[in-house]
Nanobody, 122 residues
């Protein structure tokens, strides 16, 4: 069992930066792939980035390349998402997830946080 709690969201102006953090509880987290998804108003949830348990495999969706950086610290049981040059279209609820597979699909993630709201004003 893994419990995930996100933090770091908020209201920022376009062009600004944010660092989202996700703290995990549960002994399997260090062996799990971790990912960030997001859900914009009126849209479905989409993958942002994922990172495998050993940080040797990292994947970004096309829109996330260049402005988003995913990282993890297994000793601290955290996974982070750094976002730079924020745009209004980045406004969404950002979710942390963990699962056994290195996968881009929501269905492969067993554990989810409650989400943290990111709002970008123009």
């Amino acid at each position: 069992q893994v419990q995930l709690v996100e933090s770091g969201g908020g209201l920022v102006q376009a062009g600004g930066s944010l660092r989202l953090s996700c703290t995990a509880e549960g002994h399997t987290f260090s062996r799990s792939t971790a990912a960030w998804f997001r859900q914009a108003p009126g849209k479905g949830r989409e993958l942002v980035a994922l990172i495998d348990s050993r940080t040797t495999g990292i994947y970004y969706e096309e829109f996330a390349k260049g402005r988003f950086t995913i990282s993890r610290d297994n000793a601290k049981m955290t996974v982070s998402l750094q976002i730079t040059t924020l745009k209004p279209e980045d406004t969404a609820i950002y979710y942390c997830a963990a699962g056994p597979l290195y996968s881009a699909y929501e269905r492969d993630y067993d554990y989810w946080g409650q989400g943290t709201q990111v709002t970008v004003s123009s």
